[in-house]
């Protein structure tokens, strides 16, 4: 099984001081690959730097040279979560470029799948604003770049970030071709992801939301994983599956207050991997959003390939909640939603 990896040094030239959001993240998830000897089991990939034209696929052209000129400025904060530095825009244009590269080798065949290691992250950038630590959306930008490039009809977004990716919804809420899916800590920042939130058009019911109470864990996940996404995705016939791959559910992570573990992002992923092998040919495309808690992250995002090459058992350093929290009962959520979408 041939799974690709795109990284770049470039990545940690967004600089963000202090910011939860910063470049020991990547730093941590390479040392563990290093470590345990898997990144030399991958396809390496560089990126190359999105063009504007790329960039306007999804983002107004107004916002592209917005953090263009910030970052000409020396950079500094965009919003009270936002910051960026003056190398913050060529990042950014790499972290874009990564996500269509990646698109492109998975569809080109030079890889079963793959994974982009990028920052800054994407998910909450609107076509014209900057939010939620993200410049421009770097999966959607891909979305749009494969819709075109392959005449896709069907693409499947799922994503498993602990936040609800409002940018990534905005975008394709009146777009037919792309199902996207969220499972989300609800309430929690932005505040958007309510179930009745489905679309519009001809694009009515091709977003669908999973807006979860906090402390849900492994079995929670599982049990909305197969009894709302699988069917979902079944129905849709996805030719092309990117993920929005966010690992602040992880329980260790301070930022939300989710309670799943490495061992439990391995069985999403293996579900996902079920569903590209049986929908599309194994195409799956894995992009970096969040996770904060460094050996959290590192260990899932091993975890995760480990599993897009085949293993069964990742190892789980962490193990389970020291004091798990007791999530609601999500049985109503799972049938409400049921019915919303006809699954």
């Known amino acids: 099984m ?20 910063n470049a020991r993240r990547l730093k941590a998830i390479m040392a563990h690959l290093e470590q345990t000897r898997l990144k030399a089991k991958l396809t390496e990939i ?39 530095s003056a190398n913050s825009y060529k990042a950014a ?6 996500a269509i590269w990646t698109t492109e080798a998975v569809m080109d065949g030079k890889v079963d799948s793959a994974f982009a290691l990028v920052r800054p992250p994407g998910h909450h950038a609107t076509p014209w604003r900057a939010m939620g630590f993200c ?33 990534s919804q905005e975008i394709f809420y009146e777009e037919p ?28 019911g091709t977003t ?37 791959a966010g690992y602040d559910p992880h329980w260790a992570d301070d930022l939300a207050l989710m309670q799943v573990s490495t061992t439990g992002f ?18 799956a495309v894995f992009c970096l959003e969040g996770g904060y808690n460094l050996d959290a992250l590192a260990a899932s995002v091993k975890a995760t390939l480990d599993v897009l090459r085949g293993e069964t058992s990742p190892e789980d350093r962490l193990g389970q909640p020291h004091q798990p929290l007791i999530a609601a009962d999500i049985t109503p959520l799972i049938k409400a939603i049921k019915e919303i979408h006809a699954l």
């Not at 190359?48 to 950079?75: D, K, N, S």
């Not at 244009?93 to 990564?98: E, K, L, V």
């Open 2 to 21: 041939k799974v690709g990896l795109v990284y770049d040094p470039i990545y940690l030239k967004h600089d963000t001081g202090g910011h939860v959001e």
């Open 46 to 84: 560089k990126p190359r730097p999105a063009t504007t034209e790329e960039l306007c696929l999804v983002h107004e052209e107004q916002h592209v040279f917005h953090i263009q000129e910030a970052a000409e400025r020396g950079g500094g904060w965009l919003d009270g979560d936002t910051v960026m």
């Open 93 to 98: 244009i790499y972290a874009a470029g990564g």
């Open 135 to 167: 410049l421009f959306n770097n999966l959607a930008i891909a979305t749009r770049y494969a819709l075109a490039k392959y005449q896709l009809e069907r693409i499947l977004i799922i994503d498993f970030d602990v936040h609800h990716g409002n940018g």
């Open 177 to 204: 071709r792309v199902l996207y899916i969220s499972t989300h800590q609800f309430p929690l920042f932005p505040g958007t992801g309510y179930v009745d939130e489905i679309g519009s058009g001809k694009a009515r």
């Open 208 to 244: 669908l939301n999973i807006p979860l109470p906090y402390g849900c864990g492994d079995r929670e996940y599982e049990l909305v994983f197969t009894q709302i996404i699988m069917p979902a995705a079944r129905r849709f016939q996805p030719q092309l599956i990117l993920v929005s």
């Open 266 to 283: 391995a069985k999403i992923v293996k579900i996902i991997k079920e569903l590209a092998d049986e929908l599309c040919s194994g195409k």
